[in-house]
């Protein structure tokens, strides 16, 4: 048989089927471009959760008050706990969790750029869970919904924690917005240098993002970059409104005729120097993880020494 | 850098939510042994008591059917209409049945 003309058509089948809603599960037959199309994805998703830890468990010790500190802590193990939910997703589809750690010290694998920028006090600890976990949600919500079995059973468990993280957030972002005119003012600047980054999360505009058709087709992408971005604006708008901050934005306004806000022109030159490796903290970011991933080794080979040792002696007993 | 053999064995994860249901697959973990195993499933999988007790199974220790034995194992089954309780006519207004 002509193997090529069988996987033509074992691909139209696939398509078929995606295209109908239907689930892939791990040991499903897939195209390669799929696998690859996920492996990548889930990876980057798991590596932005685990980078994503470092901004503001920056504030952990320096938490204003034992309540702050104890959510602070909650919410940075949550995030650990997305980033392995994600390994485990991705690992079924061959790749190992050394091959993905790999990637992420050599700087092969990429990971959300919103987290190489600085947290400078602690508006800035707070401001992520309102709008960068807000943008992670609006992202997130339709990728529960992924072909991809494990993927989106991920997402499912991801997006009940994020509630959490977004709303602490705002809380903490209240509190600030409504105190001592230093206060409002630490808001305020925290606003000015978070707006741009947490809108550009989206990724660039639909006119120029290579992958978006086909994961739209093979149901890993629901909404274009825009369409994501478009659902963000109208709710942060509110939120920032509500608060009673100013939108470092003077082009900003509402379109009455669509009923959406419209924001003014974004500076890609800056998010791709970023992505590039070029903003205010890839390299801290970088140099911490490999400091922990070197720190732990000790610890890696310690307990399966521990382990072997237990295996050999319960070995003996049963023989004894 | 990277030595595969390093990298600490995977288990899969059980959770039964609460008791009165079965355990359900939660995901995977990788530890040492399986009572890390068991740790690091508690840590990961259940920090909002969404669990009342957890298996832990070595990833290499379990049997799966193959997606390609699919046909042969569950199609047989199609055809046995019988098995099904709406398979049998009985009168419409038969009220205790
Ligand atoms: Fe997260
Ligand atoms: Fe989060």
């Known amino acids: 048989m002509d193997v090529h003309h069988e996987d033509k058509d074992m691909r139209a089948r696939f398509d078929a089927y995606v295209a109908d809603e239907g689930k892939v599960e791990p040991k499903d037959w897939m195209p390669d471009g799929y696998r690859k199309t996920l492996v990548r994805q889930i990876s980057q998703h798991a590596h932005s959760e685990i980078i994503g830890m470092q901004p503001e468990g920056n504030w952990i010790s320096r938490a204003p008050s034992l309540r702050r500190k104890m959510i602070l802590i909650a919410k940075v193990q949550d995030e650990a ?16 969790r050394d091959e993905m750690d790999e990637a992420l010290l050599s700087g092969k694998a990429k990971y959300s750029s919103i987290f190489n920028y600085p947290t400078l006090n602690w508006a800035d600890a707070v401001i992520i869970g309102w709008l960068v976990d807000g943008a992670a949600i609006t992202n997130q919500i ?32 209240m509190v600030l917005a409504k105190g001592t005119p230093e206060q409002k003012a630490m808001a305020q600047d925290a606003l000015n240098r978070w707006w741009w980054p947490a809108i550009k999360m989206f990724g660039p505009p639909d006119s120029d993002s290579p992958h978006s058709d086909q994961n739209t087709l093979w149901k890993i992408k629901r909404f274009s970059n825009d369409e994501l971005r478009q659902k963000y604006l109208d709710m942060v708008v509110k939120q920032a409104n509500a608060l009673g901050l100013t939108i470092p934005d003077p082009d900003l306004k509402f379109d009455e005729d669509t009923g959406h806000w419209v924001s003014g022109p974004m500076d890609w030159d800056e998010f791709w120097a970023v992505v590039k490796g070029n903003g205010p903290c890839n390299r801290q970011r970088m140099k911490h993880r490999q400091k922990a991933h070197d720190d732990g080794l000790w610890v890696r080979e310690a307990a399966v020494a521990f382990a072997e040792k237990q295996a050999k002696r319960n070995n003996q007993q049963k023989a004894a | 850098m990277t030595d595969l053999k390093k990298e600490w064995p995977l288990f899969e994860v059980f959770i039964r939510s609460k008791h009165g249901v079965s355990h359900v697959h939660a995901g995977s973990v990788h530890a040492a042994d399986s009572t890390m195993a ?22 290499s220790e379990i049997t799966a059917s193959a997606p390609s034995a699919k046909a042969a194992l569950f199609e047989p089954s199609d055809d046995k209409v019988y098995r099904h309780p709406t398979f049998y006519e009985v009168p419409d207004d038969l009220e205790v049945l």
């Not at chain 1, 706990?81 to 190992?96: I, K, M, N």
Request: proline share 4%.
């Open chain 1, 81 to 96: 706990g997305h980033g392995l939910y994600l390994y485990s997703a991705a690992e079924t589809l061959g790749v190992t």
């Open chain 1, 142 to 173: 339709p990728l529960c919904r992924c072909s991809f079995g494990p993927y989106g059973r991920a997402m499912v468990r991801v997006c009940k924690e994020e509630a959490f993280h977004q709303r602490q957030g705002y809380e903490g972002m």
């Open chain 2, 38 to 59: 068991m740790e690091n499933a508690r840590d990961v999988y259940t920090r909002r008591s969404e669990g009342s007790s957890i298996w832990v199974i070595p990833s």
